[in-house]
Structure formats: C-alpha cells, structure tokens
C-alpha cells in the first residue's frame, strides 16, 4: 500500500471541498438575493412616473421597478441622513451588490437632498447634465428608488438604474 501523500491529500481536500458545498439541484434553485416587497411612498411612486414618462418623451423605454435596486437605494438614503450629507460614498459597494443580486451590467445612481415634490427633484435631476445622462441612458432596464427624511422633515432621495 502506497504511503499517503501530500499531494493525494491536497486532492482529498479539494475534492471534498467542492462537492460537500455545493447545492442539490433539484431544479428548484433559488437565487441569494434580499429582495423584500416594498411599500412606495406617493413621491417615490410619483418620481417612477415622471421619470418614465420623461424617457417615453424621448424615445426611450420605459423602465421596470425592481424591489432589490430600491432596497440597496434604501442602505444609502438611510446613509445619508445619518451623516447630514449628500454623497455617492461606497457607490462601488452598491454596484458589486446590484452586480451579484440584481445580475446588472451597469449600475448609475442620482441622488438628492430637501426637495419637497416629486416634481421639484426630477427637474432638478433633469436640469443636470450629469444626472439627466443617467436618466436618458438607453441601456438601463429597471430602476428602484428611497425617499427618507431627516430629523427636520427634508427628505434625502437616491434613484438607482441598472442594465440587466
């Protein structure tokens, strides 16, 4: 009988390794994702209308909601009103999780502070030349959104749009 070696143990190891994690197939397979049904505010509901009625104005799709982008949206809203600021800090965190859960290829991202109306922010929005891009970009499928306010009742926005 051969001794036992390292290598013979380094291929027991990997062996065991891939196959006592993997999943059962049993053709049910559900993906990790932390999507939760959403309750949508009147302004986030009004800001989906405006925002699709604006890029039908100009040709463009309409685009679907997705539960998950407004849920990772909500993680940065809630960011924002703890620091008082308005940022895109750890965007990248927010993308790699839209990458993995929502399967996207793209991921762009407008937010917002103190706008009392759906109206007021998507102008705002819209007369931004950076956010307006995001807004007309032809490749994005779906968009999710978090409305939150502050201590003092002004409300943080961050509208989220992926490419599936």
């Known amino acids: 009988m051969k001794p036992f070696t390292p290598k013979l ?4 190891f990997v062996s065991i390794l891939l196959t006592s994690c993997a999943p059962e197939d049993d053709g049910i397979y559900f993906e990790k994702i932390n999507e939760t049904k959403q309750t949508y505010s009147n302004i986030e509901l009004d800001i ?3 925002i699709n009625n604006y890029r039908a104005s100009k040709g463009l799709n309409r685009l679907e909601v997705l539960n998950i982008i407004s849920s990772v949206a909500l993680t940065h809203t809630s960011y924002m009103v703890s620091t008082g600021k308005v940022s895109h800090d750890n965007f990248a965190s927010r993308n790699e999780n839209l990458v993995e ?3 996207a290829i793209s991921v762009g991202e407008n937010v917002a502070y103190g706008f009392s109306s759906a109206e007021g922010v998507v102008n705002a929005w819209l007369n931004s030349e950076g956010h307006r891009k ?3 970009n032809e490749n994005y499928t779906h968009f999710g959104i978090s409305t939150e306010k502050n201590d003092k009742d002004r409300n943080y926005f961050t509208q989220m749009f992926i490419q599936k």
């Open 134 to 136: 995001i807004i007309e």
């Open 48 to 50: 989906f209308e405006l």
């Open 9 to 12: 143990a380094l291929f027991v």
């Open 101 to 103: 859960n929502a399967k």
